[in-house]
């Protein structure tokens, strides 16, 4: 398996702009987190989906953070409208839950909104 | 899920081991102790797990005091690919949420 596959790697746009950030789990993988990461805030989960299913968003910043996973081999994290303090690496994840959890994270996306 | 406390940052001597402590005084019964680390622009990476008997892998060891509200985790000869931040997480092994919470980790510096 390739492993978590996220597009783009880098992203620029300009405020006020709507991002698409992709993911593709890995195959199998029941469970896939979107997280978000800056300097100031560290690593912080955002949602995550079990079975396609939002499980839990509460750390999705605001509304114009949305997130889906029309199926199991695909997922997509929308910012609507972009603001420079959106700038960050986002990084998508999955797994399999068994009696613990090692989730495999994709290289990350770096958004920049100017 | 219980809260852990880590040095900010360590420097370790290529070719010695590196020891990265991890308290987390609160765990409870049925969590588990996991290491991850992050390598500078890359995604966290798995490294090992343990519940309260020492661990060992490919990668690392792990060492998990009897009370086990502490932890260490033993790189045992540090390369110079080895620095990274790692990262301490408790999660409960039996919790069907399967979400990895990260605290701020440790700086891990391998020099020459």
């Known amino acids: 398996d390739a492993g978590v596959i996220q597009s783009p790697r880098h992203e620029v746009t300009e405020m006020g702009q709507e991002v698409t950030l992709r993911c593709k789990p890995i195959?199998?993988?029941?469970?896939l987190f979107w997280y978000r990461q800056t300097m100031m805030r560290g690593l912080e989960l955002l949602i995550y989906?079990?079975?396609?299913?939002?499980?839990?968003d509460s750390g999705m910043p605001e509304d114009r953070f949305s997130a889906k996973m029309p199926n199991a081999s695909f997922s997509t994290l929308k910012i609507q409208p972009s603001e420079p303090r959106d700038s960050a690496v986002y990084f998508c994840?999955?797994?399999?839950?068994?009696?613990?959890?090692?989730?495999?994270f994709g290289q990350g996306t770096r958004l920049t909104v100017v | 899920d219980a809260k852990t406390t880590q040095p900010t940052s360590m420097d370790c001597a290529e070719g010695r081991a590196a020891n990265l402590p991890c308290n987390h005084s609160?765990?409870?019964?049925?969590?588990?102790v996991y290491w991850y680390r992050q390598i500078h622009s890359q995604g966290p990476q798995y490294i090992i797990h343990?519940?309260?008997n020492n661990e060992t892998n490919e990668m690392a060891s792990l060492i998990i005091t009897e009370d086990r509200k502490s932890s260490t985790l033993i790189l045992p000869h540090a390369t110079l690919r080895d620095t990274a931040v790692y990262y301490c997480?408790?999660?409960?092994?039996?919790?069907?949420?399967?979400?990895?919470?990260f605290g701020q980790g440790t700086t891990l510096q391998v020099k020459p």
């Open positions: 994840a999955s797994s399999l839950v068994t009696e613990y959890t090692e989730a495999f």
């Open positions: 195959s199998g993988h029941d469970y």
């Open positions: 989906f079990n079975n396609n299913v939002p499980i839990d």
């Open positions: 609160t765990i409870s019964g049925n969590e588990y």
């Open positions: 343990g519940l309260k």
């Open positions: 997480i408790v999660r409960e092994g039996s919790s069907n949420t399967g979400k990895l919470i």
